[in-house]
C-alpha cells in the first residue's frame, strides 16, 4: 500500500496570497495523483488530475506539480472561497490512498 | 456529469450486514470505473472499494477486504457495497463516486453520501 503523507496539517493564509500544500508517497505513485477541495457540508471535488492537469472548470490559480514521491499543490491569489481541507490521492495501483488532509484557513 | 444517489444507510449492530446502492443516470455508467469512499464524522476520507468498469478488477482497501463487497449492475446503471461484520470504526458517510476513466484515473464525481451508523 502506497502511504500519502500530506503536510501541513493546518495552513494559515492571507487572502490574495499563495498557499502550497505537499504530500509524499511511500513509493512511487508516478504521475497518479490528483488533489480534491472540500468545503464543510459538501462532497469533495476533484481539482487536479494526472498530478497536473485541472479539472473541468477549475481555475488556473490552482496548479500541481511532482512526480513520483514528491507532489505539489499551490493555490495562487487565495480567493474567500478556497478556504477549505483539501486532500491529495494516489490512483497509481490498489488500494487507492489518500493523505490525511490540509486546512487551508483565514490568517 | 450526471447524478449518483446513494441509499441503504442507517443503524446497524455491530455484526450485522448492510448492502448499500447507488443510482447512477445522466451518463453512460458502462464506461466508467465506480468507487465507495468514507469519511468518518470529522475524519479525512478513506477509499473502501473500486470496480473496473466491466468488473474485471476489483479492489478493496485492507480494513475492509474479506468484509465488503463491492459490485455493479451496467443494465440497471447500478453500483453496490455489500457490508459485513460491521464494526463500529465502520460509522461514516459513504460516497458513492465516478472516476474520470474505465479504470483509475481520478475520482470525477461524487454522490453526495448515506450515512452508516454502527452501534448496539
Known amino acids: 500500500e502506497i502511504v500519502m503523507t500530506q503536510s501541513p496539517t493546518t495552513l494559515s493564509v492571507s487572502p490574495g496570497e499563495r498557499a502550497t500544500v505537499s504530500c509524499r508517497a511511500s513509493?512511487?505513485?508516478?504521475?497518479?495523483v490528483a488533489w480534491y477541495q472540500q468545503k464543510p457540508g459538501q462532497a469533495p471535488r476533484l481539482l487536479i488530475y494526472?498530478?497536473?492537469t485541472r479539472a473541468t472548470g477549475i481555475p488556473p490559480r490552482f496548479s500541481g506539480s511532482g512526480f513520483g514521491t514528491e507532489f505539489t499543490l499551490t493555490i495562487s491569489n487565495l480567493q474567500s472561497e478556497d478556504f477549505a481541507v483539501y486532500y491529495c490521492q494516489q490512483y497509481n495501483n490498489w488500494p487507492l490512498t489518500f493523505g490525511g488532509g490540509t486546512k487551508v484557513e483565514i490568517k | 456529469e450526471g447524478q449518483l444517489v446513494e441509499s441503504g444507510g442507517g443503524l446497524v449492530q455491530p455484526g450485522r450486514s448492510l448492502r448499500l446502492s447507488c443510482a447512477a443516470s445522466g451518463f453512460t455508467f458502462e464506461d466508467y470505473a465506480m468507487h465507495w469512499v468514507r469519511q468518518a464524522p470529522g475524519k479525512g476520507l478513506e477509499w473502501v472499494a473500486g470496480i473496473f468498469w466491466n468488473s474485471n478488477s476489483i479492489g478493496y482497501a485492507d480494513f475492509v477486504r474479506g468484509r465488503f463487497t463491492i459490485s455493479r449492475d451496467n443494465a440497471k446503471n447500478s453500483l453496490y457495497l455489500q457490508m459485513n461484520s460491521l464494526r463500529a470504526e465502520d460509522t461514516a458517510l459513504y460516497y458513492c463516486?465516478?472516476?474520470?476513466?474505465?479504470?483509475?484515473?481520478?475520482?470525477?464525481?461524487w454522490g453526495q453520501g448515506t450515512v452508516v451508523t454502527v452501534s448496539s
Open positions: 463516486v465516478k472516476d474520470r476513466g474505465q479504470q483509475t484515473a481520478g475520482l470525477y464525481y
Open positions: 494526472g498530478t497536473i
Open positions: 513509493q512511487s505513485a508516478r504521475g497518479d
